[in-house]
């Protein structure tokens, strides 16, 4: 499962806590990861994959989001990755929680 693998990944590369869904009780800065597409030919998949950077500050979620596109446009070096590219990236502060946070896409090409 591609999302199990980007969140083992970047637990190693950014160590701060990632996860598959929203936590219950979440630390002041952690990483969400969400599958939001994909496509399946001649054993290849695609994953469109969004990663959400929380922060306690918009210049801190700002700078995780570096972080994580850095350790994201380097994951093609796994085993089991073929390509990752940098699809868009933009400040997604969640007015609701009221919680800064940033949000990259990636398109990731995988076995």
């Known amino acids: 499962m591609i999302e199990k693998i980007i969140k083992d990944y970047l637990k190693e590369q950014?160590?701060?806590?990632?996860?598959?869904?929203?936590?219950?009780?979440?630390?002041?800065?952690?990483?969400?990861i969400e599958k939001t597409g994909g496509s399946y030919e001649n054993c290849i998949k695609t994953a469109m994959i969004a990663?959400?950077?929380?922060?306690?500050?918009m210049y801190e979620a700002a700078r995780l989001n570096e972080d994580?596109?850095?350790a994201?446009?380097?994951m093609a070096t796994l085993?089991?990755?073929c390509k990752v590219s940098?699809?868009?990236?933009?400040?997604?502060?969640?007015t609701e929680q009221k919680k800064y946070r940033y949000q990259a896409?990636?398109?990731v090409t995988y076995y």
């Open 51 to 57: 990663v959400q950077s929380y922060a306690e500050s």
């Open 14 to 32: 950014v160590q701060l806590p990632c996860f598959l869904e929203y936590p219950e009780k979440p630390a002041d800065r952690f990483i969400l």
């Open 72 to 74: 994201m446009l380097s």
């Open 105 to 107: 896409i990636f398109d």
């Open 68 to 70: 994580v596109k850095t």
């Open 86 to 94: 940098l699809n868009s990236d933009y400040n997604y502060t969640d």
């Open 79 to 81: 085993n089991d990755i």
